[in-house]
T-cell receptor, first 118, second 110 residues
Framework: GAVVSQHPSRVICKSGTSVKIECRSL??????MFWYRQFPKKSLMLMAT?????????EQGVEKDKFLINHASLTLSTLTVTSAHPEDSSFYIC??????????????FGPGTRLTVT | AQSVSQHNHHVILSEAASLELGCNYS??????LFWYVQYPGQHLQLLLK??????LVKGIKGFEAEFIKSKFSFNLRKPSVQWSDTAEYFC????????FGSGTKLNVKP
């Protein structure tokens, strides 16, 4: 099946610094990528939808100036957490959607990135 | 507001027991339905999906799910679980975007 990677898998940063997380589709082109945040014992919360070559669409309540998303190519989307604070500590997961067709709504998930802000 | 509910947060079963995990959603229109599994230390993987047609969907590893439109449900079932089924299971529903349930942790005792 399709493979999506994320880098780094874990990152610890100091409060006030910025952190970039990469999401790559390894064996397919993804015109759309999604960024989720997973809270302990809670469901995945969609943060934003990233479309290649255009601005990301953010969900209500997600600060676009804080969570910068760039989708510069069909295989790479990045999420930058700017001026991180301890409350930004979480598990961030990306997913990529395949090309149009029967699987057009199927998402392939990355392994996630554990962010800890100290 | 649209939502997805998974009623069982933690389920413990012995091997060979039957499994049914509940999933209900709140939306009256057309939906696409998914079950994902996350094995310990691994990423989310698709178990099965429903777009249209036969409401009884067969997935990988012996799992199946039944879409009951009148009940807004998409319960996951497996007749006989194995220790290797120990994982967290997420129901997801796509209306205009994806909504995930809070997950059910399944522990299968050998």
């Amino acid at each position: 099946g399709a493979v999506v990677s994320q880098h780094p898998s874990r990152v610890i940063c100091k409060s006030g610094t910025s952190v970039k997380i990469e999401c790559r589709s390894l064996d397919f082109q993804a015109t759309t990528m999604f960024w989720y945040r997973q809270f302990p014992k809670k469901s995945l919360m969609l943060m934003a939808t990233s479309n290649e070559g255009s601005k990301a669409t953010y969900e209500q309540g997600v600060e676009k100036d804080k969570f910068l998303i760039n989708h510069a190519s069909l295989t790479l989307s990045t999420l930058t957490v700017t001026s991180a604070h301890p409350e930004d500590s979480s598990f961030y997961i990306c997913s990529a959607r395949g090309v149009q067709g029967s699987d057009s709504y199927e998402q392939y998930f990355g392994p996630g990135t554990r962010l800890t802000v100290t | 507001a649209q939502s997805v509910s998974q009623h069982n947060h933690h389920v413990i079963l012995s091997e060979a027991a039957s499994l049914e995990l509940g999933c209900n959603y709140s939306y009256g229109g057309t939906v696409n339905l998914f079950w994902y599994v996350q094995y310990p230390g691994q990423h989310l993987q698709l178990l099965l999906k429903y777009f249209s047609g036969d409401p009884l969907v067969k997935g990988i590893k012996g799992f199946e799910a039944e879409f009951i439109k009148s009940k807004f449900s998409f319960n996951l079932r497996k007749p006989s679980v194995q220790w290797s089924d120990t994982a967290e299971y997420f129901c997801a529903v796509r209306f205009n975007k994806f909504y995930f349930g809070s997950g059910t942790k399944l522990n299968v005792k050998p």
